[in-house]
């Protein structure tokens, strides 16, 4: 299994608290990747990074923040939780000579 | 933009039946295309992978070829299993730029004994 460690696993928040998920890797892989998955939605990206220090948008973006200061860990930052950001977050990592991303377990936030 | 769309779920099957999950894209350039499988709790696993027009993937007796004619990526098997009740994704991935994985909503599969 590709490394890819997620933390924390689950987590119940309240509205309007700020929370940032964690994903650390030991593949050295260059691309991290944060999705959120909703049922009848798949898997939908939130931002994703293409190296150190350089991030980008995906197509849910709002509302969530990301930073990149080491090659192994991508944080993502929901800086005032609502209700519709409870989901299912997954972080993925892939190295174009690859092809194919890896995905780590998933945290579940619920926010209250 | 680049899109996937796969067949509605969920689809439900007797052991020993034969499958076929559809799977469409839109995209431009030649993108990589994936078959993910998600087991309950689990995070998502690559099931087979095709990168170029005529490739066949195949994995545990899964098996998907990438037509560009069509657009399509259809997976198949041909004798399923309980252990295969699961939740599959089809992707595909940018052939330039970000590289980013772009998914069709997931089709529940479940295999009645």
């Known amino acids: 299994d590709a490394g890819i460690t997620q933390s924390p696993r689950h987590k119940v928040t309240e509205t309007g608290t700020p929370v940032t998920l964690r994903c650390h890797q030991t593949?050295?892989?260059?691309?991290m990747y944060w999705y959120r998955q909703d049922p009848g939605h798949g898997l939908r990206l939130i931002h994703y990074?293409?190296?150190?220090?350089?991030?980008d948008k995906g197509e849910v973006s709002d509302g969530y923040s990301v930073s990149r200061s080491k090659t192994e860990d991508f944080l993502l930052t929901l800086e005032s939780a609502t209700s519709s950001q409870t989901s299912v977050y997954f972080c993925?990592?892939?190295?174009?000579?690859?092809?194919?991303?890896?995905f780590g377990q998933g945290t579940r936030l619920t926010v209250v | 933009g680049n899109s996937v769309t796969q067949m509605e779920g969920p689809v439900t099957l007797s052991e020993e039946a034969f499958l076929t999950i559809n799977c469409t894209y839109t995209?431009?350039?030649?993108?990589?295309l994936f078959w993910y499988v998600q087991y309950p709790g689990e995070g998502l696993q690559l099931l087979l992978k095709?990168?170029?027009?005529?490739d066949k993937g195949s994995n545990k007796g899964f098996e998907a070829t990438y037509r560009k004619e069509t657009t399509s990526f259809h997976l198949e098997k041909g004798s399923v299993q309980v252990s295969d009740s699961a939740v599959y994704f089809c992707?595909?991935?940018?052939?330039?730029?970000?590289?980013?994985?772009?998914f069709g909503q997931g089709t529940r599969l479940t295999i009645n004994p």
């Open positions: 593949e050295n892989h260059r691309y």
């Open positions: 993925a990592i892939s190295e174009p000579s690859r092809g194919e991303a890896f």
């Open positions: 990074s293409y190296g150190v220090k350089d991030t």
């Open positions: 995209a431009t350039g030649y993108p990589s």
């Open positions: 095709a990168t170029k027009a005529d």
């Open positions: 992707a595909l991935k940018e052939y330039q730029g970000a590289q980013k994985l772009v």
